[in-house]
């Protein structure tokens, strides 16, 4: 038994349906699937139905963008409480945050002589998360750039003329709002983002896990952040990453993660809520 923790549907970045996405995961025979939509939990109840028709356990999640130290991050948030109210006023500001950057990249087009509106990208992305993904397939759609590539490459990709850094959280307060919405705390792939530095204070604060096997992570850098794992004590996941189709196939199920840590992140799951249903000492 397999499962596959780290996905995106068009509730963000992603070209699939919840329930494109679903469907892929039952052909793979994934016995776990997450949505780990960024900054957004809107995709999951309806995740968690395809997933139900598909006979395939459902974990609720999302990926929350994050710095340390000047450190960009990616935390995932695995098994959280979706009504959670506090996690829901955050992720809302976070999501106007991300539509301002929308803005403000397009703003920097037009000063260039490009004329994308803002409108276009947000009739693509047609979700409260969008991201430069959306700006690179409005440009191509609109006919101001040849290919997805050519976006990056001219305009989007950092330090690039219509680039805008993103805005981003403590990781330190990232990994407390998932902890207080019951959730577990994973970084996600710490070999793209060279985050080895900073492990050692995200523990101190309650970091959870960490997700050794990626798409993009070799067998060695797999070896590496299995290493770092055990010594220190944290948990074990992995995932695709799959935003849709790459070279022609998904990449869904390409990372099979062995079921048993998906035992052990709802045991940790359940045990950060009893945590937080203790009453407190008198």
């Not at 829901?88 to 803005?103: H, K, M, S």
């Not at 700006?135 to 101001?144: H, I, K, S």
């Not at 003329?161 to 902890?179: E, F, G, R, T």
Request: include cysteine.
């Amino acid at each position: 038994m397999f499962a596959d923790l780290h996905l995106h549907t068009n509730f963000s970045d992603g070209t699939f349906t919840p329930e494109e996405l679903a469907m892929h995961g039952k052909r793979h025979e994934l016995a776990a699937m997450a949505l780990t939509d960024h900054d957004t939990l809107e995709g999951c109840e309806r995740m968690g139905a395809a997933c139900e028709t598909n006979g395939i356990e459902f974990v609720t999640g999302t990926e929350l963008t994050a710095e340390l130290r000047g450190v960009e991050l990616h935390l995932l948030g695995y098994f959280l409480d979706v009504n959670n109210q506090k996690l829901l006023t955050e992720v809302a500001r976070f999501q106007a945050v991300r539509q301002n950057r929308i803005r403000e990249m397009v703003e920097k087009l037009n000063q260039l002589g490009v004329p994308l509106q803002a409108e276009a990208v947000f009739r693509i992305a047609n979700c409260r998360s969008p991201g430069r993904p959306h700006v690179a397939r409005a440009l191509v759609q609109e006919g101001l750039c040849g290919s997805l590539d050519e976006a990056f490459d001219r305009f989007l990709k950092a330090n690039r003329a219509a680039w805008v850094p993103k805005c981003q959280m403590s990781a330190l307060d990232a990994i407390a709002l998932i902890h207080q919405a019951g959730g577990v705390a994973v970084m996600a792939h710490p070999g793209l983002n060279r985050t080895d530095d900073v492990i050692p204070e995200l523990v101190e604060a309650g970091l959870d896990g960490i997700e050794c096997f990626h798409s993009k992570h070799s067998n060695s850098t797999s070896r590496h952040y299995l290493a770092m794992a055990e010594r220190y004590q944290l948990l074990i996941t992995g995932g695709s990453d799959c935003h849709g189709m790459n070279k022609g196939k998904p990449l869904v199920g390409s990372v099979k993660l062995p079921y048993q840590h998906v035992i052990k992140l709802k045991e940790r799951a359940e045990e950060q809520k009893a945590k937080l249903t203790k009453p407190a000492a008198a």
